[in-house]
């Protein structure tokens, strides 16, 4: 079959990642363009004072508040859980957590420690951040990707092998880029390739890989870095011998290895100061008494003049009415409400799988990672159900730390999650010291979360896969009557807090321009 240029690329991605297939593009001369664009709705006088229930604290939920209540809008959030945030969630001394076993864990980090048990990790091009901003919010430098972390796996040739990252990613990169320059170099893709192509790929691939001047991979100090640094006089360092090209692809050339190398992961990233779960707080402070906490939504119902909730206040029902809803649940927990949706948007509710995902926060008397391997953040991967580990870029050169000892998605969370806590740990720490030898000895507080067990969030975020949307997705999208939806499952950004603001902000200008266009129906609240 003939190879074209989108072939070829998708070739490139199959073994190099999107890293690869975004060095060559300026070599097939195709560019890239980034677009963002500023959330400035008009206030109008009709605006003013019309009620709206927000349904779930989340940061979807909070970002739709905060925005219609900028935009004169009387806004009541309903939240089932005790504090604010959903999935934005913090863990430090003092969290304490029951979950729907039954089983209650209390955090006993020392003062100033802390992990992020929800989303972590924010890229520089995302809106977040603009809200961070906004709320004074600070946020710091998150190193992401790190070359010095290791790649441990239980399977092929390398099976219990500690090694560099930039050790098995060099030689991969190597193998790859000489087959591919291989292939190139013998014109066989000569028909749909000029001359001028063909030279721009080679020298390309030359770069990608540190190919030698014949187009062989040798393994070099910038492909693969030092078995011994290089120091002052003499001492011109020594580069290890490359790995067997048959050893390194029997390797999982697939999630494991790419997942950091994707757009969305950029080798530095940017986190919140003091946890992610400041963002929330930030939000609440700005909503202050208009959440109301404690408040699990059990109906959904609406007619002409506007939207009628029953909720729990207290252990009692309550019954509120508003004009119009933004309902930023759970899918997870939307399906269990009683409403008048249509068959149709019911079944697309029971369609959707959530992820199930988990993390373990491990506190450590020792830097070990930092003083004994010189890792200084990043994640260090492994096959094992652990996946990966993930180090802090707080407190470096401290004494003591936290890290995450697993961030587990798929099979892997559910097999953790289906465990006790005690499990969970004991499944870190005999999996963790394989990479780390002091794990055990060094441990002293551990909590982890499984998302799956979390009351009033059941899951992590929906699983759409990576393809085109099914069609459920665009009917769950859809408002219902005066209610909008919102929420990281109604966006392309699933999983990501950037998702849930977009999604919010969709909400909010489809509400705010029917509120314009049409009289005030004044529905009353009502308490039974």
Not at 14 to 40: I, K, N, Y
Not at 418 to 444: C, D, N, V, W
Request: hydrophobic content about 40%; charged content about 25%.
């Amino acid at each position: 079959m003939a190879t074209t240029r989108r072939r070829f690329l998708a070739l490139l991605a199959q073994v190099g990642g999107a890293a690869a297939v975004q060095g060559a593009l300026p070599a097939l001369g195709f560019g890239q363009a980034e677009a963002s664009e500023r959330f400035t709705p008009e206030r109008n006088a009709r605006a003013r004072g019309r009620k709206v229930l927000v349904l779930g604290s989340g940061i979807a939920g909070m970002t739709a508040a905060y925005e219609l209540g900028k935009l004169g809008y009387d806004v009541t959030v309903l939240e089932a859980a005790a504090r604010p945030g959903g999935r934005c969630f913090s863990v430090r001394r003092g969290t304490t957590v029951t979950d729907t076993d039954g089983e209650t864990q209390v955090c006993g980090f020392d003062e100033g420690l802390y992990y992020n048990c929800g989303p972590a990790r924010i890229p520089g091009f995302h809106v977040t951040l603009d809200y961070c901003r906004e709320l004074d919010v600070p946020v710091e430098m998150m190193i992401n990707r790190n070359p010095l972390a290791w790649d441990y796996t239980t399977r092929g040739p390398l099976a219990g092998r500690r090694l560099r990252q930039k050790e098995v990613e060099g030689d991969q990169d190597g193998y790859i880029a000489e087959l591919l320059a291989k292939a190139v170099s013998t014109r066989a893709l000569d028909a749909e390739l000029s001359a001028e192509d063909r030279a721009n790929l080679l020298d390309y691939l030359s770069s990608f890989g540190w190919l030698e001047k014949d187009g062989r991979y040798a393994g070099t100090a910038r492909s693969r870095g030092y078995a011994v640094q290089p120091g002052a006089g003499e001492q011109d360092g020594q580069i290890g011998t490359p790995l067997p090209r048959s050893a390194v692809l029997a390797r999982e050339l697939g999630f494991r290895h790419f997942f950091l190398r994707s757009p969305f992961q950029q080798p530095v990233m940017l986190e919140i100061v003091g946890g992610t779960d400041r963002l929330a707080h930030a939000f609440a402070r700005k909503l202050g008494p208009r959440i109301l906490l404690g408040a699990p939504v059990r109906e959904l119902h609406q007619d002409a003049r506007g939207v009628r909730v029953v909720h729990g206040v207290q252990g009692k029902l309550r019954e509120s009415r508003a004009e119009f809803a933004v309902c930023a649940l759970p899918l997870t927990r939307l399906r269990d409400v009683v409403s008048d949706f249509s068959a149709e948007r019911r079944s697309a509710l029971a369609s959707v799988n959530y992820e199930m995902a988990g993390k373990i926060g491990l506190q450590f008397g020792r830097r070990f990672w930092e003083e004994d391997d010189r890792i200084f953040g990043g994640n260090s991967s492994t096959d094992m159900t652990i996946t990966q580990i993930m180090y802090p870029s707080t407190g470096m050169l401290g004494r003591k730390g936290v890290l995450v000892g697993y961030y587990a998605f798929g099979p892997d969370a559910l097999e953790l999650q289906a465990m006790s806590p005690a499990q969970r740990l004991e499944t870190a720490l005999a999996q963790g010291e394989k990479i780390h030898p002091p794990y055990r000895r060094s441990f002293e507080h551990a909590f982890s979360v499984a998302w799956g067990k979390m009351p009033w969030l059941d899951g992590s975020w929906a699983s759409w896969g990576e393809s085109q949307r099914p069609p459920e997705y665009a009917v769950l999208c859809k408002p219902d009557g005066r209610i909008q939806f919102a929420g990281d499952a109604f966006s392309h950004e699933t999983g990501w807090m950037a998702g849930a603001i977009d999604s919010a902000r969709r909400a909010v200008l489809a509400i705010h321009a029917r509120a314009s266009a049409e009289p005030a129906s004044h529905a009353p609240e009502v308490t039974r």
